[in-house]
């Protein structure tokens, strides 16, 4: 990729000024050690939304009136008989209390039984009245509960809704605001909270929602860092099993924290906060740099023994350092770009969470350049030469590692490389049959995040038992005037609009302003049922709402009215959600306002925790579409350079190419949601192990101009960097299979699916790029005239798909293909010669 003078340039540059050098690295990481400080692992709910969605939009527009979609339920089941009884309805109250008082809560949006907004209705014969359910206090005798009974089966909106239908139940709905939660606060105070009420044996406490997922997550931080910590710990085990030195321990490690610090650095600099379901990732990249780190010291290690055999004790460390690093520059420095290049594609997400992440983990990836290929040079110069030679095969590492690649060698040759390539090709074939299955948000975040036996999910089911439903969709209706809510047509379309949502299915119920208003109307005809309609003539109409406006009072009906009478609301409660649920809902409601336009009048979706979700999981599958085809156009790109031949971009590439669709496929068999939060691991995964493809690629090529024979070559690739891949790969497989016992079910899978894709990508890089190769015998690189040509023959008709909205990966990689096949055609023909482009 680069001229072999510029690289010699380099490194002569890096050890003649490495004082300065190490002083200018030292100073950039004090800087940003400093900053590193500032970087915290928190949750901020605004950063999981798309800000640039319409549905976010409406969302925050009308936040205040809508509610927050981050609603906290807790459940108050008695175990023998109903609520109705002092005790109960007493803890029922205190807890309400409790909910009002705990930071972060929005006081507008809290409801329960014993809740002052929770209104009982009654008309006399001079006035309508409306006091609390629970009034004038909280009862001390049977006596006062019997009113209380009664207001329930009497108002609507209480039965269902707050109190379970058997009246075994009664549930506390409260709304957190988006931004400033302390979780672990939150946390440790419903859990305060629920052993104090079942402390008696008498109750059973069940806590959802959004606020108590995430302080669920939250909790289990000496978790991350136990697990992170066992990680370090076999790592440093691993190393020194590996190399045998207390320096083949250090200097990976020092290269893998050193990156680690610079990121978080920049991540404290620009006031970024993370994720704690992304920290698997950061473990990875963590790993990758040690990865890098092995390779480089592999090499050294080799070349310096290999002089010392040929110059006996005249072996210079120069001499090797410089040996090595010539023919590592080019397969680090791509491998490098690919990643960081590939993770940075993330951001083309308009959200922010995946955003960060992608800034962040790509810095991170790129300060391996710092890490690794900058400082190593200077390492080594400074540090005694290596007492031990890899390939002496004396030690039980070295044996067992030659007996792996020996095997690799013999797979990659002779028959046995076409089962190889045939099992790619199967893979690849299936992946992509079975990739069609997976959809976007097919479980509840709560089942995609928490094994299904979890406290949270165990609550959430509970809830969803009792109630109308504990996810909520929220329809505006946006008056273009002062009062036009009260228009009869407007009433009784609302009314229709709210009949049509709840034929749809796992719909517990829905509430809107007609609720109401009927119940009213009704009431005012001496409670005769067929009265409860919402009446044609408008002056009957005004006449109700002046009558609950002037008597409940505008704020008590904050959630589904505006004081102007301007904009009204549709709730919809639904049981659970899947893919189909959240998109049905959409498309059912768009389908209602397409059919039933209706004057001074528009609705507007979508609020509620279904209309925040389907404006993510719109902008994830669009983003990721997008993602994965820039991940590969981008190293695809950066292959050509590197081989200056489309053959030998496509063979380092085959492995990630096949383990795209691969990956979604073992996410559908697996049960694994596609979501916000495994889509970015999964498409990190996918590019994170292509840096072995080059790191072989460029070996057999490099051993090519040695023995002019491609059989020969792959075996001494395979024979010294195919000990180093076989090493980090079981590396970074350690780096992550820790996490496969964490308890959350969603750091468990991400553990599983990333230690598959890593094995893939081994087995990709050690089999299946040396067994092609043998088959193919490519001839590369090609004189610049026939690259200009093939890369007009590739891109001119990209190009054109992607106007006529063609451009997915299958059409793209069959271009290639087809360019790729016509370029083998030519160089075979015209006996190109294999090398490293200088």
């Known amino acids: 990729m680069l001229p072999r003078v510029w690289m010699e340039a380099y490194i002569n540059f890096l050890l003649r000024f490495r004082v300065a050098i190490l002083i200018a690295v030292a100073i950039v990481t004090l800087f940003l050690t400093w900053h590193a400080r500032n970087m915290q692992v928190y949750t901020n709910f605004f950063d999981l939304y798309p800000p640039g969605h319409p549905y976010i939009k409406l969302y925050n527009e009308y936040r205040k009136m809508f509610g927050t979609a981050n609603v906290l339920m807790i459940m108050i089941e008695r175990k023998d008989g109903d609520i109705f009884n002092v005790d109960t309805i007493n803890k029922i109250n205190k807890a309400t209390i409790q909910v009002m008082e705990t930071p972060g809560v929005n006081p507008y949006q809290v409801r329960s039984l014993t809740h002052p907004k929770m209104k009982n209705i009654r008309i006399t014969g001079a006035m309508i009245t409306a006091y609390p359910i629970m009034y004038p206090a909280a009862p001390k005798t049977p006596e006062d509960v019997k009113p209380m009974k009664k207001a329930v089966y009497t108002n609507e909106g209480v039965h269902g809704f707050f109190v379970s239908r058997d009246n075994t139940a009664a549930l506390i709905s409260a709304g957190f605001w988006e931004e400033g939660v302390d979780f672990r606060n939150l946390y440790n105070r419903l859990t305060a909270l629920e052993q104090e009420i079942e402390a008696d044996g008498k109750h059973t406490v069940y806590i959802s929602g959004f606020p108590m997922l995430y302080s669920w997550i939250f909790s289990y931080k000496n978790y991350i860092l136990g697990v992170i910590g066992a990680t370090m710990v076999i790592i440093l085990v691993m190393l020194w099993f590996y190399f045998r030195t207390f320096t083949g321990v250090w200097v990976p490690l020092f290269s893998g924290l050193l990156s680690a610090v610079l990121a978080m650095g920049l991540a404290g600099y620009y006031g970024f906060n993370l994720d704690p379901l992304v920290l698997v990732v950061l473990v990875l990249i963590t790993a990758r740099a040690l990865s890098h780190s092995v390779q480089s010291m592999e090499r050294y290690h080799e070349e310096y023994h290999r002089l010392e055999r040929e110059q006996g004790d005249k072996a210079n460390k120069m001499d090797a350092i410089m040996a090595s690093y010539l023919s590592l520059f080019s397969p680090a420095i791509v491998s490098i770009l690919a990643d960081g290049f590939a993770i940075l594609t993330l951001a083309l997400a308009h959200i922010p969470l995946i955003q960060k992440l992608a800034y962040v983990s790509s810095f991170w990836v790129f300060t391996i350049f710092i890490s690794v290929v900058t400082l190593h040079p200077i390492i080594l110069y400074y540090i005694p030469p290596p007492p031990h030679d890899p390939k002496s095969g004396k030690r039980f590492s070295d044996k067992m590692y030659n007996s792996v690649n020996r095997m690799m060698v013999r797979i990659s040759q002779g028959n046995a490389r076409y089962a190889v390539l045939g099992s790619f090709s199967v893979a690849l074939v299936v992946g992509m049959v079975y990739a069609q299955n997976l959809k976007i948000g097919d479980v509840s975040i709560g089942k995609a995040l928490m094994y299904d036996d ?230 990190v995964g996918i590019g994170i192990g292509i840096d072995y493809g080059y790191y072989v690629l460029s070996r057999i090529v490099e051993e090519f101009q040695r023995f002019g024979d491609h059989d020969r070559a792959i075996e001494e690739a395979l024979m010294t960097t195919g000990r180093a891949i076989m090493f980090t790969g079981t590396t970074l497989t350690v780096s992550v299979v820790f996490w496969v016992f964490f308890p959350m079910k969603f750091q468990s899978e991400m553990a599983i699916l990333l230690t598959l894709l890593l094995f893939f990508h081994v087995v990709g890089a050690l089999a299946f790029i040396p067994g092609i190769v043998s088959l193919l015998k490519p001839r590369f690189p090609l004189p610049n005239k026939i690259m200009l040509v093939l890369l007009f023959a590739i891109f001119v008709p990209a190009g054109a798909l992607y106007y006529f909205d063609h451009a997915d990966l299958l059409w793209l990689g069959i271009l290639a293909t087809i360019v790729g096949v016509c370029e083998h055609v030519y160089a075979t023909r015209h006996n190109i010669g294999m090398e490293l482009r200088g």
């Open 454 to 683: 979890h406290p949270y999910n165990v609550a959430y089911d509970r809830i969803n038992q009792k109630f109308v439903g504990a996810s909520q969709l929220v329809i505006l209706a946006e008056g273009k005037e002062a009062g036009v809510i009260k228009d009869p047509q407007v009433l009784q379309t609302l009314e229709k609009f709210q009949r049509h949502m709840e034929q749809q299915e796992l719909v517990g119920g829905s509430i809107t302003v007609t609720t109401m208003a009927r119940r009213l109307y009704q009431m005012f005809q001496e409670g005769i049922p067929k009265w409860g309609i919402i009446p044609d003539n408008p002056r009957d109409v005004g006449n109700i709402f002046y009558q609950f406006l002037n008597t409940i009072g505008a704020d008590d009906l904050d959630s589904f009215l505006d004081k102007n009478s301007q904009n009204a609301t549709i709730t919809v409660y639904y049981k659970d959600y899947n893919h189909e649920t959240v998109v049905g809902s959409i498309e059912n409601a768009q389908k209602f306002i397409d059919e039933n336009p209706i004057e001074n009048v528009t609705f507007r979706l979508a609020g509620g925790l279904l209309g925040i979700l389907a404006a993510v999981n719109e902008e994830v599958e669009w983003s990721y579409k997008w993602n994965l085809i820039l991940v590969m156009v981008t190293v695809f790109v950066l292959s050509m350079l590197t081989y200056a031949s489309v053959v030998g971009a496509l063979i380092v590439m085959i492995p990630s190419i096949v383990a795209q669709p691969l990956s979604e496929a073992m996410m559908y068999w697996m049960g694994i949601d596609a979501n916000i939060n495994s889509l970015p691991v999964a498409a």
